[in-house]
């Protein structure tokens, strides 16, 4: 950022000093010496230099900028599709436990071991699903 605020007023600066210097090697009665007026032309065309360097440098920070964005930008995509793939996980046994959890006859209820069953059936579900993401490159 730093560097990109001090291309910008560099950029100005030059902007700024490109007239005065036109008219300065524009104008033969300035100086009379034909040292002066090369020593006019060669500060313009320096002018000239710096600006194209200035707008180079710009560019180019600009790419380097958008390229650090998108990485940042990917990165951020992969924990989220991690943190996703978790919660889908994390919410299966919150889904079984509701409905096991309500006051109605369910398939199961009855047996003295319905915990032990439906707390495997729902490591054998997770298990599966996270088997699954896995398979597709989610986790």
């Not at 990109?4 to 007239?19: G, M, S, V």
């Not at 010496?33 to 600006?51: F, G, R, V, W, Y």
């Not at 109605?104 to 707390?119: C, K, R």
Request: glycine letters at 4%; hydrophobic letters at 45%.
């Amino acid at each position: 950022m730093a560097l990109q605020k001090t291309l910008i007023e560099f950029d100005i600066a030059l902007n700024q000093n490109q007239p005065v210097l036109e008219k300065i090697s524009s104008g033969n009665h300035y100086f009379s010496t034909t040292e002066l007026n090369e020593l006019s032309d060669q500060t313009l065309i320096e002018n000239d230099q710096a600006m194209t360097m200035t707008n180079n440098q710009s560019q180019i920070l600009d790419q380097y900028s958008n390229m650090v964005s998108a990485v940042v930008s990917n990165n951020l995509n992969d924990v989220m599709k991690i943190l996703t793939s978790i919660t889908l996980i994390l919410t299966i046994p919150t889904i079984i436990g509701g409905i096991y959890g309500m006051n109605v006859n369910l398939p199961g209820a009855q047996l003295a071991s319905a915990f032990s069953w439906i707390m495997i059936a729902t490591i054998v579900i997770c298990l599966i699903t996270l088997h699954t993401l896995r398979r597709h490159h989610y986790m």
